[in-house]
């Protein structure tokens, strides 16, 4: 039965090759942009590179400080102060550990005529435990380096090769805005879509001349918590919501009052976009949302699809009525017609994933997107794949079934 | 075989009602071959049609041995209107992009048959109407009278019960017209298939068993 479906599909497809040029047209383009967005919202909230176990990590970024007065109201919101995360972050008992990292900050590196612009983080020893980061050469440094104030490097594939021409450049010296540190060890680039673990230049806090115990509120510091299971994270997200409810303000005339959260990647974006405060961070609104966009952006060429489908069909009436004729029911030639409309939508998904894989491979390689990477990966091809059969379902269930439903007198007739 | 009881088949628009048969009552035993015949608009597509379980009568019942398919839901039906019933057609009806052999093996899909089975019974019914060397062609590359045997080595291939044909000579000329004829009689004949068959040629009609004469939409005789 397959075999006949194949060749009357092949067959209708040279029939009208503008008509097909069309459909294949509509759905690559359209399958191009979801498996692109798809790659972008992977790249940013999925499992991925140092954050492969992501489903075990909360982020901390800052909080949003407020003084209630009678006579003055004012708030800051933003990154944070190592004094706010040891008061908070670093008084957890749940999570298996912790750490403070700083924002990324671009700084110049000279090598002798050589000016190589990147963005150094200073982090604690604990910054290589919490992630998976992929060492091409050398080690991390740890928290006894970090408690010496050592000025060692890790810093990225890319910082590496600008700077020294090889990856292999454990042991030579990096100067970073005037300071010398050794490169102890070289790691595979991570996306700037990824916040927390982002950086060129990877080296220890304590060599950044801040005074990293000062009782102030604001700062450049985030947090990351990794957790012993996925399971924990609830519980952990309660209990910092009791360390910050209990945060002793350095300056109450200042500040008295503060809304931080530990929340996962999605939660932090859900939270930024639907600007909502409190325990929930709608992520569940946040999906519902986005199912609708996705429909709906799908919906403009399923139509055109449909309408193609519909006269393609018309003009198989007679054929429609032979089959049934000789016994196809209406559910056997529905059965057919998508069948016939998930593989054009295949073709055609194929087609869009190839334009994607191009797509991707241009930002990546672009200028307007510095440091930004992404990557198609075995997730976003069974995205890929899953879109590609319900955009044949969404285009081809209503003419099918109209179609499936002919009286066979006059199908026969047309 | 099949009873046709008090058949009525009414066409409505909004503006007009057509009565299209008005109480034909009539039985076709196994093994019969007969014609019906009738002035243009007399209803005899519509009797075959009905017969062949294609249009449902306004009011009266169709009995295949006995079993009336009446209440039968699609699936039902149309599994039955495959086992039972074979149709040849004027325009042939082939599937043009299907060859001779795909043509005909069509009912057998339905019939979800095995694929060595369909191999075997398209083969034996292409070579019944003398096409055994024409099954890898399409419809465009046989002439009218071979589509015609293609036709009704479709119709015969699943073994129905009973074959309808509607003027199955009709865009044939009169050479041509006499060799499906020719077939269809030693159909009926050799192999006791049960044929009802719409003509307008009363020379053909007279070389059936039986002639049914409708006359705006009644039975004459």
Known sequence: MLKNYIIIFWKVLQRH??????????????????????????????????EKENNRLLYVFGGTFSLQGEKNHWTMRGSSSPYFYDQTVRKLKLPEMVSVLSLPQTVICYNEDRKIEAMRKYTD?????????????????????????????????????????????????????????????????????????????????TTSGQDLKAKVCHGTYLAVIKARSPGDRQAIQAEYQGLVGRFPFPDPYQFNTITSYADTYLEIFTRNLLDQAGENSRIGLFIVLITILVLLFMSFPAMNLVNINITR?????????????????????????????????????????????????????????????????????????ALSILFGVLSGIIPAYRMARMNIVNALKS | MIELIEIEKVFQTKTIETVALKDIRLKVEKGEFVSVMGPSGSGKSTLLNIMGLLDKPSKGDVIYDGTSPAAFGDEKLSSFRNHKVGFIFQSFHLISDLTAYDNVELPLLYRKAKASERRKRVEEALTKVGLANRMG????????????????????????????????????????????????VHLNQDESTTIVMVTHDEGLARKTHRIIRLFDGQQVS
């Open chain 1, 125 to 205: 020893g604990n910054f290589w435990k919490v992630f998976d980061f992929e060492f091409l050469d050398g080690s991390p440094y740890g928290e006894s380096e970090v408690e010496r104030s050592d000025r060692v490097a890790v810093i990225d594939q890319k910082t590496s090769l600008d700077y020294f021409g090889t990856e292999h450049s454990v042991g030579q010296t990096i100067q970073v805005e005037g300071k010398v540190y050794r490169v102890c060890g070289v790691v595979e680039e991570t996306s700037i879509s990824r916040t927390f673990p982002f950086g060129n230049i990877f080296v220890p806090w």
């Open chain 1, 17 to 50: 090759p503008f008509f097909t040029f069309v459909s294949l047209f509509g759905i690559s383009i359209t399958l191009m942009v979801l498996i692109v967005l798809s790659a972008v919202f992977d790249s940013t909230f999925g499992g991925y590179g140092p």
């Open chain 1, 313 to 385: 069909i018309l003009e198989r009436a007679s054929e429609i009525g032979i089959r049934r004729s000789y016994g196809a029911s209406i559910r056997t030639l529905l059965g057919q017609f998508l069948f016939e409309n998930i593989l054009i939508t295949l073709i055609g998904g194929t087609i869009g994933f190839c334009l994607a894989l191009l797509a991707v491979h241009l930002i990546n390689r672009s200028a307007i997107f510095p440091y930004y990477i992404l990557e198609v990966n075995v997730m976003v091809v069974l995205y890929a794949l």
């Open chain 2, 137 to 184: 062609h399409y419809p465009s590359q046989l002439s009218g009278g071979q589509k015609q045997r293609v036709a009704i080595a479709r119709s015969i291939v699943g073994n129905p019960e009973v074959i309808l044909a509607d003027e199955p000579t009709g865009n044939l000329d009169s050479g041509i017209g006499e060799e499906i004829m020719n077939l269809l």
